[in-house]
């Protein structure tokens, strides 16, 4: 392991960043791992540092304090929370991403992680197996945002030379924390709702089918191009990557295999918009050729997992969602 790695997490607090802050911490050790986020949150193990990230100098000054190497740049307002104030969402993504981009160029930050998502695709994609290379028309201001950042990323790559490295993850699902904003949300809060044996209000068509992918998959993929030798990154914009895609029928289905009385509403909403324009799979062969990406787990055992893990956490905490996150 390279000892002199130290990495800076943007956006710690969120879905995918506090477990993906967790894996670092795990392979790095706790001391080169600086998470931040807009809030601190008691009892973290490991450093934390407030950070807003449109303040370029704040980022800076944290990155020449602990003298980082690599940033991952998790802060993003996502596609549905993003609709309710599309200039704001604009502003705020990329002016987050910029600063990201310049303090790393500046101060000699040898790799950024930049996500992007589905959400770059529009109408003009392919709806299945959507090609890395499809036209993006995105219908969302943070499919926009995610598009324009995939364009900078490839930018900096060619004009500085900075390492920008990016996926474009589909909808994440994990017990260890809640999303916020998405439009994928519905298939992490629906296994909540199973465990808890509660009705479950679905805000997409039954039918409405996403890809999606299992949150330790992610966080792999994540680590796994981190590491990739240079060479081996070559698309410099993003590379999709696939898990499974799957229906909110489908999920339904699979849950009622353990709780045959589990009860579900489809109420769409502006939602439904949304996820009519991504695509219903992905071509994820750039990144399984490039730097040897594979899934692991398909909706039997994401539904497994889901249940049993989220189990045991209502029976030692209670009711209350929050109580789940980090
Ligand atoms: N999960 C995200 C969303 O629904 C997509 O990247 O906004």
């Known amino acids: ?38 809030r601190s949150i008691d009892d973290f193990h490991g450093i934390f540092e407030v950070i807003d990230a449109t303040n370029r100098n704040k980022i800076e000054e944290v990155v020449i304090r602990y003298k980082v190497t690599q940033i991952y740049h998790l802060a993003a307002i996502l596609s ?39 959400a770059v695709f529009g109408e003009e994609a392919p709806l299945n197996d959507t090609p890395n290379n499809a036209y993006l028309n995105p219908s969302t201001v943070y499919g926009i945002s995610k598009a324009a950042g995939e ?38 809060d629906i296994y909540h709702k199973a465990v808890l044996e509660e009705e479950f209000s679905c805000f997409l068509n039954e039918d409405a089918t996403l ?23 070559k698309l410099r914009t993003s590379y999709n990557i696939a898990g499974i895609s799957f229906s909110p029928a489908e999920v339904v289905a699979e849950i009622r295999k353990l709780y045959p009385d589990f009860k579900v509403i489809y109420e769409p909403d ?47 905490g209670s009711k209350n969602r929050e109580v789940l996150m980090f």
């Open 270 to 316: 502006f939602r439904q918009n949304i996820a009519e324009s991504w695509p219903k799979s992905m071509d994820d062969s750039a990144a399984r050729n490039d730097w040897g990406w594979k899934p692991q787990f398909d909706l039997e055992s994401i539904t497994e997992t889901m249940i049993q893990k989220l189990k045991e956490k209502y029976k030692k």
């Open 151 to 188: 364009n900078w990323a490839q930018y900096y790559f060619l004009k500085y030379g900075l390492d920008v490295r990016s996926i474009r993850y589909p909808g994440v699902i994990g017990y260890q924390s809640l999303p916020g904003g998405g439009t994928t949300d519905y298939a992490v």
């Open 1 to 38: 392991m390279d000892t002199e790695t130290v990495i800076l997490v943007i956006g710690a607090n969120g879905q995918l960043g506090s477990v993906l802050t967790k894996s670092l911490q795990q392979k790095f050790g706790l001391e080169r791992v600086i998470a931040s986020d807009l």
């Open 211 to 233: 890809p999606m992918i299992f949150m330790d998959d992610a966080v792999r993929a994540t680590l796994e191009l981190m590491d990739a030798p240079k060479e081996s990154v």
């Open 80 to 118: 549905a929370k993003g609709e309710e104030n599309p200039l704001q969402t604009w502003d705020i993504n990329m002016k987050t991403f910029f600063n990201v981009l310049e303090v790393s160029r500046l101060n000699q930050v040898d790799k950024v992680f930049f996500p992007s998502s589905i």
